[in-house]
């Protein structure tokens, strides 16, 4: 079974920077893409990044200059680095990857169980 764990959430104040970790675990054969979204109260799920298993990247336009997503492949995982934000950055944010977890199988689409990230002063 594979799991994904976030970590690296919490309150900041506007302007400030917090950098969100997620690990993948478990039965893997190997990881495509893998994407942050977030979830503001009353809103929809939105994509915020992705990266491809080659490191190609795609960013929302909210967020362009000021978040940066990477990976680590020896380590199965996936990094955020969010600086300058603002106030309406203020979601829960998931980790979303495509992981196929046995040369046999497709791969699937798994989820984290969200990281709540707070920007407020």
């Known amino acids: 079974q594979v799991q994904l764990v976030e970590s690296g959430g919490g309150l900041v104040q506007p302007g400030g920077s917090l950098r969100l970790s997620c690990a993948a675990s478990g039965s893997i054969f190997s990881i495509y893409a893998m994407d942050w979204y977030r979830q503001a109260p009353g809103k929809q799920r939105e994509l915020v990044a992705a990266i491809t298993s080659g490191g190609s990247t795609n960013y929302a336009d909210s967020v362009k200059g000021r978040f940066t997503i990477s990976r680590d492949n020896a380590k199965n995982t996936v990094y955020l680095q969010m600086n300058s934000l603002k106030p309406e950055d203020t979601a829960v944010y998931y980790c979303?990857?495509?992981?196929?977890?046995?040369?046999?199988?497709?791969?699937?689409?798994?989820w984290g169980q969200g990281t709540q990230v707070t920007v407020s002063s």
């Open positions: 979303n990857a495509e992981i196929q977890g046995d040369s046999r199988a497709p791969a699937s689409d798994y």
